[in-house]
């Protein structure tokens, strides 16, 4: 019996598409606000490591998702949530505690944010799910 979610496989392909255009865009604005506006440096490597940051940690959020729901395994569909919680968190640095907060970067990080909380509540039912069964067996 198939227990996997077609429905978080395709939200996790959306969320990392989305998220090569947020990592890009954002990191476009931290460039535009650091020529513009008086960054201070240690900010603007502040901002810039936490961004790449988030890139690894959606790395391995998109990768532990898409291995946990495929193979069924409760250990990565864990694993996804906690990366989910840590992504969660980064997103809303951007969003509320960056140096610089342009209209933009609230957009693109709300809309990020929505993409995490849909993958979160996805992960965490298909996780029972799995735990369900398992336990049924």
């Given at each position: 019996r198939k227990l996997s979610s077609v429905t978080l496989q395709l939200l996790l392909h959306v969320t990392a598409a989305y998220f090569v255009f947020y990592f890009l865009f954002t990191l476009g604005l931290i460039i535009k606000k650091s020529l513009v506006l008086?960054?201070?440096?240690?900010?603007?490597?502040?901002?810039?490591?936490?961004?790449?940051?988030?890139?690894a940690l959606e790395f391995l959020h998109f990768y532990s998702g898409v291995k946990g729901n495929l193979t069924e395994s409760e250990t990565y569909v864990?694993?996804?949530?906690l990366l989910t919680g840590a992504t969660i968190l980064l997103t809303v640095y951007f969003l509320?505690?960056?140096?610089?907060?342009?209209?933009a970067d609230v957009i693109i990080s709300s809309v990020s944010l929505g993409l995490y909380g849909l993958d979160g509540v996805l992960a965490f039912s298909t996780l029972?799910?799995?735990?369900?069964?398992?336990?049924l067996s």
């Open positions: 008086s960054y201070p440096s240690d900010a603007l490597v502040c901002d810039i490591f936490l961004l790449f940051l988030l890139a864990f694993g996804n949530l509320v505690w960056q140096s610089y907060v342009m209209r029972t799910r799995f735990a369900r069964f398992v336990s």
